[in-house]
């Protein structure tokens, strides 16, 4: 029989799928209304994971022992609702196109992943192992969207230099929106970021009696931070923006997003259980 979770999961699956449809197919007809219908189905689809999650968090007794899936659930989760919370602001309807096969491809991920294996292992749960977590995630979804709005505005930026402007566009969002979407990731998402990594290095004082473990993934998460970081400060103190920040944060992420998968398959750390 199936679960009422599994029945949520499946439906925020199948809205994701033909959201992401919709988007490719406006990009390719270049209607902005089948992005606006992809929008309300991206919306539908963030409900149906919002009760997949909340049922999961019940089931589970909270949140620090969540099943793999709903890790990678959560992961999309932020990711759809970052997105869908900037459409009251900039109607960027079409960044979409970029968003949607991120979040597409996490959820693909999680029906493929155990929704009974625990995320965390039962000594390492607890409030901060859940407060490094959940905050983590959000700090590496806003890198997600800062870097879509990158790569779009490398897009517009093209079309505009070359004066081919045409009915594309006219349908991407603006240059202005597009670089105000990679600032606010960037300034939201690293102290998100910062946060999630002290809870980690205090609770790893506590388990391992050490505030730094040389671990695949915690030198991965370092560096992500000191870039991260290093972007946020140029834009703030030396003041780069457009063209050059958008070009560094897609190369950073793509960077970074490659070395992920590297260490996830090839290396063994103390965070394989995600």
């Known amino acids: 029989m199936i679960s009422p979770g599994m029945t949520m999961f ?3 699956l199948g809205c994701c799928a033909f959201a992401t449809t919709g988007y490719m197919l406006s990009l390719l007809v270049k209607k902005v209304v089948l992005a606006k219908a992809s929008t309300w189905i991206l919306a539908a689809g963030f409900l149906f994971l919002t009760l997949t999650l909340i049922g999961a968090a019940i089931n589970s007794s909270g949140w620090g022992n969540f099943g793999s899936r709903h890790f990678l659930s959560a992961y999309a989760w932020v990711i759809s609702g970052l997105y869908l919370g900037l459409q009251f602001k900039t109607k960027t309807r079409l960044l979409g196109a970029f968003i949607a096969p991120f979040i597409l491809l996490f959820l693909i991920a999680a029906a493929g992943s155990g929704a009974d294996k625990n995320l965390v292992p039962p000594q390492w749960q607890g409030w901060l192992t859940t407060f490094h977590l959940v ?3 959000a700090g590496e979804a806003l890198f ?3 870097s ?4 779009m505005f490398m897009i517009q930026n093209s079309l505009l230099i070359h004066k ?3 009915q594309m566009g006219r349908l991407l969002p603006s240059l202005g929106d597009l670089d105000r979407i990679n600032y606010l990731g960037l300034l ?4 998100l970021l910062t946060l999630g ?4 290095a205090i609770y790893a004082v506590f388990v391992w009696g050490n505030l730094w473990i040389y671990d695949f993934k915690v030198i991965w998460s370092f560096a992500v931070w000191v870039i991260y970081g290093f972007l946020l400060h140029q834009r703030l103190a030396i003041g780069w923006k457009g063209l050059r920040m958008a070009a560094w944060s897609c190369v950073v992420f793509a960077l970074f997003l490659l070395s992920a998968l590297v260490i996830r398959f090839c290396f ?3 965070h394989n259980f995600i």
């Open 10 to 12: 499946a439906l925020a």
């Open 135 to 137: 905050l983590s995630i």
């Open 144 to 146: 997600v969207l800062a």
């Open 148 to 151: 879509a709005a990158g790569a």
């Open 164 to 166: 081919k402007p045409g």
């Open 188 to 191: 939201w998402g690293l102290p």
């Open 197 to 200: 990594m002290i809870g980690g």
């Open 268 to 270: 063994s750390t103390v």
